[in-house]
């Protein structure tokens, strides 16, 4: 049941009818964990065919014998497919059969750091530019570039950036520079990177030759917040980052010719009505500007904050339960008429409608059982 300022809102059946819409089917590529250092369940990248008229989702391909696909990117033009494997060093790349959708291997790379857990490509499908989290005797945690070829594949290393500043003062999850996204704005031109460990968010801008220079300026978060994800409004002037640790939505005016950010609100993600331990995880902004979601681990739900059209202001709205356990990650579906929700410890996907005039959200209904997912991507 949803929990608003008004009170509760959306019921089970007008859930389930929201999330029919028209349109042709799409496929839904979905990572996960599998392996046993994080008691996961997973078994690879599922793929799986989306009715958007009747909401089912049915699976047309299994890629087992992969360690924690966790995170996945396509290509520009949806050719190629690239996952990170996480706690690992490594990134895959996989070729989409242009009729099926199914995946098939086609190379594999180091990313020159420890556990990978985002990666983008540019726009110009030349350069993967990758955020390894993880410092180690061997690694130092930062960004990594890989050049990519005409076909899809990994190519060499361009760029590597160590990164370094003055840690947050959470002893136990800030001791060292914990790059958790690598996002580009909408115009493709500079990427945003929120880091957990120094309590920042730095903008990147990437040239031709795949080497990324730092924007000047960039702005700090709260004393152990622990920027996690960042999302655009489709116009590119503001950003919202969500906070890992201490669960807050900052949000930002952004500068699309330079890609600077300033910073100026800061609000709960959670409702205040939740008084349990919990950890932020995903944010997204809707498709035509006017709202922004964000999923809290702990309190297991999804808040809907409207944007101000005018100041770019968030206004808390409702929160809607996630149907399972631990949400780690949600995305709009093509048309975004319906929200689909990887509840990580729940091992579900599950099917939220979006009204599209409020924002909120209907009640869960589960679309596909997939063990530990971790991310969702759309072939449309």
């Known amino acids: ?37 994080r008691n996961a369940r997973g078994d ?41 494997h996480g706690d690992s060093t490594e990134v895959s790349a996989f070729r989409i059969d242009p009729a099926s ?42 960004l990594a570039v890989l050049s990519l070829a005409t076909d899809g594949a990994l190519g060499g290393l361009t760029d590597l950036v160590t990164l370094k500043g003055k840690l947050g003062p959470h002893k136990l999850e800030q001791p060292f520079p914990k790059p958790h996204q690598v996002q580009f704005d909408p115009a493709g031109r500079f990427v945003v990177v929120p880091d957990k460990g120094r309590d920042v968010v730095e903008s990147y801008s990437l040239d031709a030759a795949g080497k990324l220079t730092l924007v000047p300026g960039a702005p700090h978060a709260q004393e152990s917040a622990g920027p996690r994800h960042v999302a655009f409004t489709p116009d590119g002037t503001h950003a919202y980052v969500l906070n890992e640790l201490n669960s807050t939505i900052e949000a930002f005016r952004y500068d699309p010719k330079t890609g600077a950010l300033a910073p100026f609100q800061v609000l709960p993600s959670l409702p205040d009505s939740f008084t349990g331990d919990s950890r932020a995880s995903e944010i997204e902004v809707s498709a035509d500007g006017r709202f922004v979601y964000a999923s809290n681990r702990g309190a297991d739900d999804i808040g809907v904050f409207a944007i101000d059209a005018r100041t770019g202001r968030l206004t808390p709205r409702s929160w809607q339960a996630s149907g399972g356990k631990t949400p780690r990650f949600f995305a709009l579906a093509p048309g975004g008429r319906t929200l689909f929700v990887a509840n990580e410890d729940g091992d579900s996907i599950m099917a939220l409608a979006v009204d599209a005039k409020t924002g909120a959200l209907g009640a869960p209904a589960q679309v596909a059982k997939v063990g530990s997912p971790t991310c969702i991507v759309f072939s449309a």
Not at 52 to 81: I, M
Not at 112 to 135: C, E, K, Y
Request: proline share 4%; glycine share 10%.
């Open 101 to 142: 959708g199914q995946l098939t291997f086609l190379n594999r790379a180091s990313t020159h750091g420890m556990n990978p857990v985002h990666l983008a490509v540019d726009p110009s499908n030349r350069f993967l530019v990758i955020a390894n989290h993880v410092t180690t005797p061997d690694y130092a945690s930062g």
């Open 1 to 37: 049941m949803a929990v608003a300022a008004g009170g509760l809102i959306a019921s089970t059946a007008a859930a389930r009818e929201g999330v029919r819409m028209q349109g042709a089917s799409y496929l839904a590529y979905v990572g996960c964990r599998t392996s046993r250092e």
């Open 44 to 84: 690879g990248i599922n793929v799986y065919r989306v009715d958007p008229a009747g909401g089912a989702w049915t699976r047309v391909q299994k890629l087992g014998d992969l360690v924690n696909p966790s995170y996945l990117a396509f290509a520009h033009g949806r050719r190629t497919l690239y996952a990170v």
